[in-house]
């Protein structure tokens, strides 16, 4: 099949890249390619490419530069997704669209559904949920894939972040009051490729199994990557005042994966490990 990515070039769509062109012919388009917020120059690329599928992963995911970029989230984040949901309209395509668990307010007590009433706390969360809008109702064969709390190989994320953090620090302050899915990029590009290939279209949570809370997953990142000496000290969102606000229980549950095509996500911490062992710990740069 053959398959167009935006956002190629992204810590997500490197990856897509890497592994949907093991089975598909990918082509991979970002910024400098094409300028997704025009509508006109996004329909007349996407059908000179011609794709049978657009998998959509382009967004500005600055969740703090969102609150006071609220012009550029939307433009990015909802018009962005309009003008390539529109171009495949036009050429009678599916497209996979990448949302977040940020559309959720976290008030629930246990893992969000698909079908969970969405009630996003900040700019970014509400940008992307537009963006769910304006694929759902342009579009009849649509997937959504929402995924949470990223990082990968490629690009800036939170491991590296920590790593990088306990090099230079003997002790971490980590918001404890967060609880979320963090997901590696990877097995992500590996569950859309098996999602493509079922056409089973409809709205998807796709995060690795089990949650943390930052604290948590801070500890285990230092853990498995034997920096279990430097200290870290929880602290709550109210003291790390941050501009966004965030939810505070965002854990995702795949079940329409499980009811489906079969969950292919692993737990978190085992995910975790491969990472740090296989490409942090064996040269790649933090």
Known sequence: MKVLITGAKGMLGTDLMDILSRDNKAIGVDINDFDITDATKTKENILKIAPQLVVHSAAY???????????????????????VSLACQAADIPMLYLSTDFIFDGEKKSPYLEWDHANPLSVYGASKYAGEYFVSHLLKKYYIVRIAWLYGENGKNFVKTILRLADERDELQIVDDQVGSPTYTVDVANGISQLIKSENYGIYHMVNKGEASWYGFAKKILELSGKSKVVVEPITTEELSRPARRPAYSVLRNLALELTIGDPMRNWEDALEEFVQ?????????
Request: glycine share 10%; with cysteine; proline share 0%.
């Open 61 to 83: 995911t600055d969740v703090d530069g969102c609150e006071t970029n609220i012009e550029l989230a939307y433009r990015v984040n909802a018009v962005g997704t309009q003008s």
């Open 278 to 286: 296989q490409k942090i710990l064996k040269g790649s740069k933090v």
